[in-house]
Nanobody, 116 residues
Framework: QVQLVESGGGSVQPGGSLTLSCAAS????????TEWYQQTPGNERERVAI???????TYADSVKGRFTISRDAGKNTVFLHLNSLKPEDTAIYYC??????????WGQGTQVTVSS
C-alpha cells in the first residue's frame, strides 16, 4: 500500500502561483510514476503532469509552460508548482502513484481556486 497526503491548495488571484505537495509513504520501492490530476465539477479527473521513476516528465497541453512537477526524494515528496494561474485552473488536484504492476493509489485531493 501507498499512502499519499496532498497539501498546499488555496485561493489565489489570476496570474498568481501555488505549490502543491504530495507526501508519500508505504510501499514506495514499487512506484513507477507519480502523477497529478485536476478535477472540475461535473468532469472526470484529467492528468496534468506525470513524473516517472526514471525522471521522465510529461505535461498536459493546458498547463505546459505554467506548471512544473518536481521531487524531493529525501522527503518522499512530489511537488506541483502552479504558475500564471487562470480561473479555468480552479479544480481539486489529486496526487496519484502507479506501481510497476499497475496498482494505483490516490490522495485525498486539495482544492485550488483562482478568482479575482
Amino acid at each position: 500500500q501507498v499512502q499519499l497526503v496532498e497539501s498546499g491548495g488555496g485561493s489565489v488571484q489570476p496570474g498568481g502561483s501555488l505549490t502543491l505537495s504530495c507526501a508519500a509513504s508505504g510501499r514506495l520501492f514499487d512506484v513507477y510514476a507519480t502523477e497529478w490530476y485536476q478535477q472540475t465539477p461535473g468532469n472526470e479527473r484529467e492528468r496534468v503532469a506525470i513524473r516517472t521513476n526514471s525522471g521522465s516528465i510529461t505535461y498536459a497541453d493546458s498547463v505546459k509552460g505554467r506548471f512544473t512537477i518536481s521531487r524531493d526524494a529525501g522527503k518522499n515528496t512530489v511537488f506541483l508548482h502552479l504558475n500564471s494561474l487562470k480561473p479555468e485552473d480552479t479544480a481539486i488536484y489529486y496526487c496519484s502513484t502507479v506501481s510497476y504492476g499497475g496498482t494505483r493509489y490516490w490522495g485525498q485531493g486539495t482544492q485550488v481556486t483562482v478568482s479575482s
